[in-house]
């Protein structure tokens, strides 16, 4: 069983920046893709951005894509999102996601496993 452990989440103030961190635990993971999903309040669980692990390639959604970057450190075994520019909207839980495809796929049925969340609250 591999587990996700999120970090780096908190509060912002519009315009600021954060960096979360996914660190896979448990069962090496060899994978695949990792990606990253957000969840706000009354919301479906929607797609922010996947990495393939092996080559680098990303997927970004159009909402954040000039705002956000997705990056892994093969070393380290640990991915990130770096989010800047934050908006109110940006509010939400965020998830991280592995997946044994190479694929950095946007959909969430693709994902074998995944992270418990982390808090990521915009203030205007």
């Known amino acids: 069983q591999v587990q996700l452990v999120e970090s780096g989440g908190g509060l912002v103030q519009a315009g600021g920046s954060l960096r979360l961190s996914c660190a896979p635990s448990?069962?090496?993971?060899?994978?695949?893709?990792m990606g990253w999903f957000r969840q706000a309040p009354g919301k479906e669980r929607e797609f922010v951005a996947a990495i393939s692990w092996s080559n680098g390639i990303t997927n970004v959604a159009d909402s954040v894509k000039c705002r956000f970057t997705i990056s892994r450190d093969r070393v380290k075994n640990t991915v990130y999102l770096q989010m800047n520019s934050l908006k109110p909207e940006d509010t939400a839980v965020y998830y991280c996601a592995a997946a044994t495809t190479s694929q950095p796929l946007s959909v969430q049925w693709k994902y074998d496993y995944w992270g418990q969340g982390t808090q990521v609250s915009v203030s205007s």
């Open positions: 448990g069962r090496t993971f060899s994978g695949g893709a």
